[in-house]
C-alpha cells in the first residue's frame, strides 16, 4: 500500500508541476462550454415547437472535449515514451500495474473534476440560450433538476473519465502519442462517419451498438429513448468495455515489453 500511494505521489508531482494538463482541462472545460452554448444558441423552434432534445443539444460540446481529453490522456504516458523518463518511472516502481493504476487514478481525478464543469457549464448555458419548448419532443423547457437532464449530465462526466482512461491504455500499448491519438480519434469519430454512410438499417444499428462514441454518448439522451440503439446506461458500459479492454492491453504490453 506505501509503495502504490509513494507511485501515486509522485504521478501527481508530474502532473501538476507542469502547465500543460492544467491548460488542456482549461481548454477541455471552455470547448466544451463554448461549443455546447452555440449549439443551443443555434435552436429554433418554429410553429408546433422543437422536437430535438433539449438537454443532449447543451452537451454537444462534449464532442469536442474528449478529443481535448484524449490528448491529455495521450501525453500522460506518451511523454515519458518520448523523453526517456519512463525508463526513470519503471525503475522507481518495478510493478508495472502499479504504475498504470497511479497514472489512472491521478489522470482521471481532474478529467472528472473539469467534466463536472464543463458539463454544468453547458447545461446552463442550455437554459440561457434555448428557448421553451412547448410541444416539443418533451413537454418543457431544460431545466436542471430533472431525473433525465441529472442522469445525461452525471453521464456525461463519467464518459469523459472513460474516455481518458481509454486513452491512456492505448498510449501505454503502442507507446507512440501521434499513432495513439491517431487509433484513439479514429475510433471515436470515424465510427459516425461509418453509421452514417451504411445504409443497411440492421449493420447501422449493431456499429452504433458497438461504437465507442456513439454508444457512450447514448447516456446524453432524454427524448425519445425508445429510438436509441442501445440504452443510455448500457452505452456507457459499451465504452466501459472499451477502456477496460485498452487498460488490460497496455498493462499487459507495459509487463511484457517495457524491462
Known amino acids: 500500500m506505501t509503495r502504490v500511494l509513494l507511485t501515486m505521489h509522485a504521478e501527481w508531482t508530474k502532473q ?6 492544467g491548460l488542456l482541462l482549461l481548454a477541455a472545460v471552455v470547448g466544451t462550454v463554448a461549443l455546447g452554448a452555440a449549439a443551443s444558441a443555434a435552436v429554433s423552434c418554429p410553429g408546433a415547437g422543437c422536437t430535438a432534445d433539449p ?18 490522456a495521450v501525453l500522460t504516458v506518451g511523454s515519458e515514451y518520448s523523453t526517456g523518463m519512463i525508463g526513470s518511472t519503471l525503475i522507481a516502481t518495478p510493478k508495472r500495474w502499479v504504475v498504470l493504476a497511479a497514472k489512472a487514478v ?10 463536472i464543469f464543463a458539463v454544468l457549464g453547458s447545461l446552463v448555458m442550455g437554459v440561457v440560450f434555448q428557448p421553451d419548448r412547448a410541444g416539443g419532443a418533451r413537454e418543457q423547457g431544460l431545466t436542471l433538476g430533472d431525473a433525465l437532464s441529472l442522469r445525461a449530465a452525471a453521464g456525461s462526466v463519467l464518459y469523459l473519465g472513460l474516455i481518458a482512461l481509454f486513452s491512456l491504455g492505448v498510449a501505454t500499448s503502442v507507446r507512440s502519442s501521434a499513432v495513439a491519438i491517431g ?4 475510433l471515436l469519430y470515424v465510427f459516425p462517419i461509418l453509421a452514417a454512410v451504411i445504409t443497411n438499417p440492421d449493420w447501422q444499428r449493431h456499429l452504433k ?6 454508444a457512450g454518448l447514448a447516456i446524453q439522451a432524454t427524448a425519445n429513448l425508445d429510438d ?17 479492454g485498452a487498460l488490460v492491453l497496455g498493462g499487459i504490453a507495459l509487463e511484457l515489453r517495457d524491462t
Open 55 to 72: 438537454t443532449k443539444t447543451s452537451l454537444t460540446g462534449v464532442l469536442l472535449g474528449q478529443a481535448v481529453i484524449a490528448l491529455l
Open 183 to 186: 487509433i484513439v480519434l479514429g
Open 16 to 21: 501538476r508541476t507542469v502547465a500543460g494538463p
Open 228 to 244: 436509441l440503439p442501445i440504452s443510455p446506461w448500457a452505452g456507457l458500459g459499451v465504452l466501459g468495455l472499451w477502456a477496460a
Open 209 to 214: 451498438q458497438i461504437a465507442p462514441s456513439i
Open 106 to 115: 491521478t489522470l482521471t481525478g481532474p478529467v472528472l473534476v473539469a467534466g
